[in-house]
Every structure is written in structure tokens, then in C-alpha cells.
């Protein structure tokens, strides 16, 4: 027969796989920042391959508790709507990464690392947001956290309408147009994906509180 202890002892283990999570995909984002920052047709993607595995195993890790758990330190649908929304920004990231070495010739003076900057920063919040969960769900920090989000979210939307404007004016090849335009929509979406995971935890705060 299992004490209270025991039962609500493994449902702690959510904070500890939703940290691992966030701190996945905060190290993808500083593999990305690695890489622009060092430019190579043949760069390595084994750090984001490697932080693909690794959030790919998490995810599963908590699918797998949420079914053998039976009491668990947040409402399941809040888990698993957590769960997905990590799951998805280290994705987001090995792809632009894919895509960037394929066409390192098509994008010379082209300025992402300012972008990446911005997406590092969005990680680290949420990192810092997943952090708050297990100490107490303050609302008020959260909120101050999630704000941040947002405002990183909005200067990036504000960002990729700039680049729209210039490439609109300036780009004479199309080709290099296409290869700009989709790698600073996927640096967009990864910073959207970030901004998503901020808003289901603001919501479970929100809830708890």
C-alpha cells in the first residue's frame, strides 16, 4: 500500500522533467547562437541533434509518467499542454540550424544573430518561468516573466514586417530572397513557440492561484 508520500513524491517528478525541458531547449537556442556566431557550410548540428534526442526522450518520459502516475503535482491536461509546447522549440531550432548550413551561401551579410540573441533570451525566461512552478506559483513573478515574453514576441513580429519592407525594395535575387525570408520566419516561429509555452504556464499560475 503507498503512503501519500510516495504517491505525491512521484507526481514531483513533473517539475523536475519540465525543467530538464526547458533547460533542452535553452541549450539549443545557445547551440544556434554558437553556430551563427562561427559561420561553416560544415558546421556540426550534433548539439541540436543531440538537444532534439534529449527533448524527444523528456517528452516521452512525461507521456509515460502521466499514464503510471496517479496523483501528479498539476492538472494532466496542463502537463501535457506543457509538455507539447516544450517539445516543439528545440524542433523549431534544429530546423532553421538544418537550413542555415544548407544555405550559407545565400545569406552572407545577412544579420540573424540579433534574432537568436532575442530567441536565447525567450528560452531563458521560460526556463526561468518552468523554474517558478515548483516554488510556489507566484502570479505576480509570473506575470512580470510572461510579460517579458511578449515583449520579446512583439519585437520580433515588428522585426520580420522591417525585413519584409527591405526585401520587398531591395532583393533582386530571387532565390536569395526565398532562402532570407524562410529562415527569419522559422527564427520567428521558434520565438512564437517560446511565447507559447510562457502563456499555458501564466495559465496554470493563473488556475492555481
Known amino acids: 500500500m503507498f503512503s501519500l508520500q510516495t504517491i505525491f513524491g512521484k507526481g514531483d517528478k513533473f517539475y523536475g522533467l519540465l525543467e530538464a525541458s526547458a533547460e533542452s531547449a535553452s541549450s539549443s537556442a545557445r547551440a544556434l547562437s554558437e ?3 562561427t ?3 560544415q558546421g556540426s548540428l550534433e548539439k541540436f541533434k543531440q538537444a ?3 527533448e524527444k526522450d523528456l517528452f516521452g518520459q512525461i507521456s509515460e509518467e502521466l499514464v503510471n502516475t496517479f496523483v501528479t503535482v498539476l492538472e494532466r491536461e496542463d502537463i501535457e499542454a506543457l509538455n507539447g509546447a516544450l517539445y516543439k522549440i528545440p524542433k523549431v531550432i534544429e530546423k532553421f540550424a538544418e537550413r542555415y548550413t544548407l544555405a550559407l551561401t545565400r545569406t552572407g ?3 540573424f544573430i540579433s534574432r537568436a540573441a532575442m530567441l536565447e533570451q525567450a528560452c531563458t525566461v521560460v526556463e526561468q518561468m518552468i523554474g517558478l512552478l515548483r516554488k510556489g506559483m507566484n502570479l505576480e513573478q509570473i506575470k512580470v516573466l510572461n510579460d517579458q515574453l511578449q515583449t520579446i514576441e512583439g519585437e520580433a513580429d515588428r522585426q520580420i514586417l522591417d525585413l519584409y519592407r527591405e526585401l520587398y525594395v531591395t532583393e533582386t535575387d530571387p532565390i536569395r530572397y526565398l532562402v532570407k525570408k524562410d ?6 516561429k521558434a520565438i512564437d513557440r517560446c511565447r507559447d509555452a510562457g502563456n499555458v504556464i501564466y495559465h496554470i499560475v493563473l ?3
Do not use: A, T
Open 183 to 188: 529562415l527569419f520566419e522559422i527564427l520567428e
Open 207 to 209: 488556475k492555481n492561484s
Open 35 to 37: 553556430l551563427l556566431n
Open 39 to 41: 559561420p561553416s557550410p
Open 109 to 111: 551579410g545577412v544579420d
Open 52 to 54: 532534439r534526442r534529449r
